[in-house]
């Protein structure tokens, strides 16, 4: 059991009330805490990466495939029924990224981080296992 102590001892300085509870039951706290606060969960950095990883690499394996940035693309949400028209497929990943920093779930900069990953995992994957055929 883990156990917060007061901030300070002396009584003229603000101190914290002692919380006593287990280390999953303290994450489970704070982010019940956080969402009643903000409206929306605060994820884990690690998963915002692994959200712009996923994009990332779909992205720049249709690059690879295409030969090109410049491929008009419309994508259609299954849940709000609305559909978003992209003229290059690294908009999308900017938008992916700009989507989550704006619901206030993530940062930036692992978003950015997990996007460029997964393109270079998809470019090396490109280059070393793939080859183009010719009819």
């Given at each position: 059991m883990a156990a917060i102590a007061p901030v300070a001892t002396q009584p003229s300085q603000r101190s914290r009330v002692p919380i006593t509870c287990g280390p999953m039951v303290s994450r489970r706290v704070a982010s019940i805490i956080i969402t009643a606060m903000i409206g929306t969960a605060i994820t884990p950095l690690?998963?915002?990466?692994?959200?712009?990883?996923?994009?990332?690499?779909?992205?720049?394996?249709?690059?690879?495939?295409?030969?090109?940035?410049k491929v008009r693309i419309s994508l259609t949400s299954p849940i709000t029924m609305t559909t978003r028209t992209y003229s290059r497929l690294s908009r999308i990943v900017n938008d992916t990224i700009d989507a989550r920093i704006y619901l206030g779930i993530h940062f930036r900069?692992?978003?950015?981080?997990?996007?460029?990953?997964?393109s270079n995992v998809a470019s090396y994957v490109a280059d070393h296992y793939f080859e183009r055929v010719d009819d």
């Open positions: 690690i998963t915002a990466a692994q959200n712009n990883c996923f994009t990332g690499s779909t992205t720049q394996a249709a690059r690879e495939f295409f030969g090109t940035n900069t692992p978003d950015v981080q997990g996007a460029k990953l997964g």
